[in-house]
């Protein structure tokens, strides 16, 4: 590149876009990269704060932004996303699908620590829905080097840093126990609740039930949803350390692994998750969530539930170590 006054411009090739900014109105390229600079242009090059330009002259060592803005994408593009154009050498990743974001964390932070380069994404194993922008990356100077290039793939190694998983439209059972709604005391308004968040993210509710405060009641329950094509389970209530609470043991009671008996967030603490694997006749096995909710849920606008919903919906398998890792961040 050579810098020179705008004045001198004409004639010459722009090597980066020119933004103009007007509060309230627009913020919008004028001036595209490769645009041959014109007379009647430096009136609006100067009105715009451009007395000085950077004129292109391309060399076999170096890469514009855009250019290196599109290998960046390429580091981490992968099914079910597309890509912005270039613009101003930052690219975007848009999600086409309501889906799980997986994130290699290591090879992420290992190419933002090259440097001229940046990549930004929303945060690993969140729900991103379908048309919005999870990711963003740029290169951080005009033009860059193409051995820095080298490196940074390098960095990223030979996978793509970001992948979704799409959810996929479980068949669910909602369990609600207690003894004052299974006698008919106080309405179940558990069960609206949990019914609206799977909906919401594409899954049906296939089987309703209300249960009395009985663990040999509700671990039957549980085994006849499954058995009956339930591909997650909800329980709800009788998750506290009260006599009469027996969801957790009655879910134990089932031969499900449990993953937590408990999650570093607030509103969920007393939450549980265990996996309930079950041999089809044809010799696969087949692999069931299960889940004992904690009241919160019912009536805190966001809770632990919230958090790992899409990643049981989406087939991600949830370990003790990711759950114990939600204490950052889990307060709510």
């Known amino acids: 590149m050579e810098l020179i006054r705008t004045e001198d411009a004409v004639g010459h090739v722009l090597c980066h876009d020119i933004t103009q900014i007007i509060k309230d109105v627009k913020k919008d390229t004028v001036f595209r990269k490769g645009h041959i600079v014109t007379e009647e242009d430096i009136p609006v090059l100067l009105s715009v704060g451009k007395e000085h330009l950077y004129v292109w002259e391309k060399d ?19 099914d079910h996303m597309r890509a912005s154009a270039p613009k101003e050498g930052k690219i975007n990743l848009i999600a086409e699908t309501d889906s799980v974001l997986k994130i290699r964390r290591d090879r992420l932070v290992a190419v933002n620590s090259c440097g001229e380069a ?57 369990l609600a126990t207690g003894s004052e709604i299974f006698k008919g005391r106080i309405s179940d308004t558990f069960t609206p609740v949990v019914e609206e968040k799977l909906t919401s993210l ?108 899409p990643r049981l919906l989406a087939d991600d398998p949830v370990t003790f170590g990711e759950i114990a890792l939600l204490g950052e961040g889990g307060l709510l």
Request: glycine letters at 10%.
């Open 60 to 78: 076999d060592s170096s890469l514009h932004e855009d250019e290196a803005a599109e290998i960046l994408k390429g580091l981490c593009f992968g």
């Open 202 to 309: 594409k899954a049906s509710v296939t089987d309703r039930r209300i249960l009395d405060d009985d663990d040999r009641a509700v671990t039957a329950a549980i085994l006849s949803s499954i058995g009956g094509g339930a591909e997650l389970v909800c329980v709800t209530g009788g998750m506290s350390v009260d006599p009469d609470d027996r969801t957790p043991l009655a879910i134990r009671n089932t031969g499900a692994d449990i993953v937590t008996y408990g999650a570093p967030v607030l509103p969920g603490a007393m939450f549980l998750l265990a996996y309930f694997r079950r041999e089809e006749r044809d010799g696969s096995v087949r692999t069931v969530p299960v889940v004992g909710l904690p009241g919160c849920v019912m009536y805190a606008g966001k809770t632990v539930f919230d958090l790992l919903l």
């Open 118 to 174: 940046m990549i930004a994404v929303k945060r690993g194993d969140s729900l991103v829905r379908a048309g919005q922008v999870f990711a963003g990356m740029r290169v951080i100077p005009l033009v860059i080097k193409k051995a820095k290039m080298e490196e940074i793939r390098e960095a990223a190694g030979p996978d793509p840093i970001l992948s979704l998983v799409p959810l996929k439209p479980k068949r669910c059972a909602i």
